[in-house]
């Protein structure tokens, strides 16, 4: 008997063998991405260099060319061949996909090479476009994995859509696992891609002229004389008789040059061979160092935090560093030398790298909690302070020895007036802009300054002693600084320009049973039987302008605060 025929099925024709056909099942798989055609034109972009003497020597001999132009014309011809033929194949070999684990690239023209990365182990993705790439509106995708910082685990899609590349990375990041950063043992490893933040320091400049003063220092003990030294003397005849308008401009040019020159050095010797890792749940260490060699170990148990920093022309660059908020780590100083967790780096790893260190996400970064905003007050008064202390001495400065010397300074009088003041009401609006704080889970979050823009994560229960601190000025404008004690790190994280009425409540949900018998709450009577002003009031009457409330049981050791027998009032914010 035979055996029965399998059912048929629609679409399908019969028969003995009639089977469904793998291809008439539809496919769920994601479809393979190519990268956009541009890409040809991406790798063209090394011919500007050869091409563009080659065309200043058109201009300059009305078209009339020589032998050897039209030999280095033929071999740019040449090379331009062979470049987008292997640009073609590499653009017809190399695609793309993301599956619901992995992000899939392939390779390779007579060997094909897939490379997968598990979504949940993608700790980065960085967009980057140089100015070509921006002009064929066109960037490059990079996907970085778990210490992966090295680049040998890290994935590269060049070029994409700017539009595609923001879509991917949004994609992915959803996908990844974020908090899985939080648990890898290795946080981050030298990238040498880094180089390119060592300069955006304001050490560029400063940095020349310190080596300067030192090299005159030794000289000068030697007994010898810089100005007598026959190319010193030279060079400064030299610039006295240029153009000032050319010669200037060089001159800081040159400024320039010497401290990226130099800033680059210090950082390969300084963060030669970084490595930052847990090599053990209780132990945080930082390797580091080329000539020197540099082993930080920082026990769990004394990490009270870490500060996100972001001096300007870094956050300008789109770069951060990270520093540690940790006991034991010697005097202010040592600590400042041996604290560094991450050399200047791109944000999004520093932030990476700050919430490896506290085991969690980074509260202020891009956490669930926004950073609370400070009173407009604290917009003004920064506005005031720069146009008073920075607009007005210069302006008043130079027109005096305008009148006094050379109606020359007049000019440059209201010449930095005119470019002085926009520049400082725009730094005052970034500066009031940083600000910022919040209460995070366990950490206690704050933001501040504009030419160094820190962002701090404390541990609540580090906080040992509050310091609330007020001048004149910013009592009649309701405004208080706080600074949070800790025995660890720079001692003191200060929140500034709080809203008086707001800063109790704050600090009392912020570090509880710090302020628990200062606090007086809205309709409680005073001990003495009346009515307790409000806070700023009280405070405006003492005569000192800072107060330091800390608590027994967080005192010792510390250093900090002294205990007040007059209570202070609480509001209604939580």
Known sequence: ?????????????????????????????????RLDPRTLLVHCGWMGAPLAPLALTALATGGRIGTKAWISLAAIAASF??????????????????????????????????????????RTVDLTATPL???????????????????????????????????LRAELLTRADTE???????????????????PLTFWVVGGVFVAAGSVYRVLDGMGIEPWRIGFVRQAFVDFGAGALWLTIPAALLAVLALGSLGAIVLYVENWWGYRLEWTDPRTLRVRRGLFTTRSVTIERARLRGVVLREPLPL????????????????????????????????????????????????????????????????????????????????TAVLGGLGAAFTPVLLHCAWIYAVLGAPLTLRLAGDAYRSLGHAVEGRYLVGRSGTFSRDTFALQREGVAAWTFSTSPFTRRSGLVTLTAAVAAGEDGYRIRDLAADEAPAFAAAAAPGILDEFLVRPGEQHRAGGQLPQWVRAVDRRPLNVMHLTHPSRARGSGHGVLLDEPVPMTDQP
């Open 81 to 122: 061949a062979v470049v987008t033929t292997l640009g073609l194949i590499r653009w017809a070999r190399t695609d793309f996909r993301v599956t619901a684990d992995t992000l899939d690239v392939r390779t390779g023209l007579l060997n094909r090479r897939l490379r997968s990365v598990p979504l949940h182990r993608i």
């Open 180 to 198: 899985g950063a939080a648990t890898d043992p290795v946080l981050a490893r030298i990238s040498w891609r880094w180089l390119r933040y060592a």
């Open 315 to 394: 956050r300008a660059g789109g770069g951060a560093l990270v520093r540690a908020v940790a006991g034991g780590l010697g005097n202010r100083e040592e600590n400042r030398k041996r604290s560094g967790l991450m050399p200047p780096a791109p944000r999004a790893q520093a932030l990476r790298v700050a919430g490896g260190a506290l085991r969690a996400p980074f509260p202020g970064g891009c956490g669930p909690t926004p950073l609370a905003p400070h009173p407009r007050a604290a917009l003004r008064r920064r506005r005031v302070r720069g146009l008073l202390f920075v607009v007005l001495p210069g």
């Open 1 to 33: 008997m035979s055996a029965p025929l399998p059912p048929e099925v629609p679409g399908v024709s019969g028969g003995h063998d009639a089977r469904i056909a793998p291809d008439a099942v539809p496919s769920t798989a994601p479809q393979w991405r």
């Open 133 to 167: 790439h921006r002009l064929l509106g066109v960037t490059v995708l990079r996907a970085g994995t778990a210490g992966s910082a090295d680049g040998g685990g890290e994935l590269s899609l060049e070029a994409l859509t700017t539009r595609e590349a923001d879509r």
